[in-house]
């Protein structure tokens, strides 16, 4: 599986890995969103250490954990982004969002 998702109190966090596209970015989604819905957490940490390639689903997939967690006032953290990926990060504007 794409994603690890580690609950600690009031954080969660998902280990992605892999590639990030359209094809893997949907089954991502789906996995994070359910474990912020059953938890409910005042964080959410996504970690990209071990993703090793990412396109505009990548961007999407961030984009759209943020639009979530707005609702419940969350944060998002992103974490262990590889140089490449954090680049493409910042060109999108995703430090306006989230911590990088």
């Known amino acids: 599986m794409p994603v690890r998702i580690n609950v600690t109190g009031e954080v969660v966090t998902a280990y992605l890995s ?38 505009s689903s990548g961007i999407g997939l961030v984009m759209g954990r943020y639009r979530n967690l707005q609702k419940s006032g969350a944060d998002l953290h992103i974490t262990g982004a590889p140089p490449n990926i954090h680049k493409v990060m910042k060109l999108a504007g995703l430090e306006k969002l989230a911590k990088l």
């Open 18 to 55: 892999g590639e990030i596209d359209h094809h893997s970015a949907r089954e991502m989604r789906e996995c994070i969103d359910s474990a912020v819905e059953l938890n409910m957490p005042t964080l959410l940490v996504l970690d990209f250490s071990e993703v090793s390639f990412m396109d």
